[in-house]
């Protein structure tokens, strides 16, 4: 039992990771904190679930598909909300009440036009097969929803670590006022910056229904908090951080489930607290906070 638990929550973990990358790399360029992040995973969810039901479009490609639609939204949206917020004397604390705002706006307008009930995608889409893993089973759609995660998770590090436009962004997230002085276009950096964020949420969310079940409109707070908690034990701001905060809350979660189900719920906010009492940077230690 306790090896299931173990990789199942390595699994889970590789999702997790995927879940709150989005979230530090805004927060890591921008300094500014998207509550609406949530959210964001809960639309991908809804795409896909449609995309599947309409046209059986495999979860896979609907993620390609979300990653593209988020992106492109999300670029606008940057210059629509963002550069007016950094111009504020504290733009953290107004960016949580600003996209707290957005958030319930999102939840909403998603209610109105879906409804309230939850949405799935049947676990065949990902596979009919239980794959073995060093003598465990496990579903089909919990390992290649998982690889799949793992892939974009590998795809965002050599975006940031073999690109041109990487290494700026990472140049960015070392020192804003650093970058902007020696002549890097931060605004344009920002702007895909926040649209990759939202796009790395929308393709986490077409595989949401698989490793978290139904998916409402109400779902986004609770992703919001989970992607928050993968990202403060990791690190604040740091990609690799969150590989490690998203490893270390998807085989906690796993052994809560196995040995303590009932306590499970309450997880999250116990990694925070602790956490934040124990290490406020982050198990990696960097200090990025600058407010």
Known sequence: MLAYAILAGILFGLYFSLVGLGLNLVFGVM?????????????????????????????????????????????????????????????????????????????????????????????????TQPVHILGQTFPAAWVWSAVASAIAVLLVFLYLYRTRVGRL??????????????????????????????????????????????????????????????IIVGSLGSPLGTVLGGLIYGISIMLMQTYLSSWAALL?????????????SGLLGHEVRHA
Do not use: K
């Open 268 to 280: 999250p906010y116990l990694l925070l607290i602790a956490i934040l009492l124990v290490r406020p």
């Open 31 to 127: 300094r500014i904190v998207n509550l609406a992040h949530g959210d964001f995973v809960m639309l991908g969810a809804l795409l896909a679930g449609a995309l599947y039901g309409a046209y059986a479009i495999s979860p896979v490609l609907a993620a390609v598909i979300s990653l593209i639609v988020f992106i492109i939204i999300g670029f606008p949206l940057y210059y629509l909300l963002v550069p007016r917020l950094l111009q504020a004397p504290d733009p953290e604390m107004l960016s949580i009440i600003l996209f707290f705002g957005f958030s319930q706006v999102i939840e909403s307008v998603t209610t109105i036009v879906a409804g309230p009930s939850e949405r799935s995608i049947p676990g065949r889409a990902m596979g």
């Open 169 to 230: 962004t990472r140049a960015v997230m070392a020192d804003r006022h650093e970058a902007l002085a020696s002549g890097i276009d931060v605004g344009r950096i920002s702007g895909l910056a926040f649209g990759i964020g939202l796009g790395l949420a929308a393709v986490a969310g077409a595989f949401a229904p698989f490793m978290l079940g139904g998916i409402s409109p109400a779902s986004g707070v609770s992703l919001t908090i989970q992607s928050f908690t993968v």
